[in-house]
């Protein structure tokens, strides 16, 4: 059983910066594409940015330009650093793996198979 364990969540004013990451418990992090998704009081889970194994990204239109996913493959850890943050930002934030080798990256919350619990990131105005 993988578990997915997010830290980096807070209260941050608008235009501010928070850096979330994700460590994942398998052996063989490199084998997975990992995702970001959020949600937001009331609202359905949404996606935010992945990667994938071969470190491919790809962004939300409603993030792109001031989000950066990475990951690091010798601390075995995934990152989503945000910049310019928004009220509008706030949500629970969540982290999720699924095996793949694809170069396709993988949007669809459906297609993981692994989540964290999430952390919390707040944005003041």
């Known amino acids: 059983q993988v578990q997915l364990v997010e830290s980096g969540g807070g209260v941050v004013q608008a235009g501010g910066s928070l850096r979330l990451a994700c460590a994942p418990s398998q052996r063989t992090f490199e084998a997975y594409a990992m995702g970001w998704f959020r949600q937001a009081p009331g609202k359905e889970r949404e996606f935010v940015a992945a990667i994938t194994a071969g470190s491919t990204t790809y962004y939300a239109d409603n993030v792109k330009g001031r989000t950066t996913i990475s990951r690091d493959n010798a601390e075995k850890a995934v990152y989503l650093e945000m910049n310019s943050l928004k009220p509008e930002d706030t949500a629970v934030y969540y982290c999720?793996?699924?095996?793949?080798?694809?170069?396709?990256?993988?949007?669809?919350?459906?297609?993981?198979?692994?989540w964290g619990q999430g952390t919390q990131v707040t944005v003041s105005s």
């Open positions: 999720a793996a699924v095996v793949s080798g694809g170069i396709v990256v993988i949007t669809k919350s459906q297609a993981y198979e692994y």
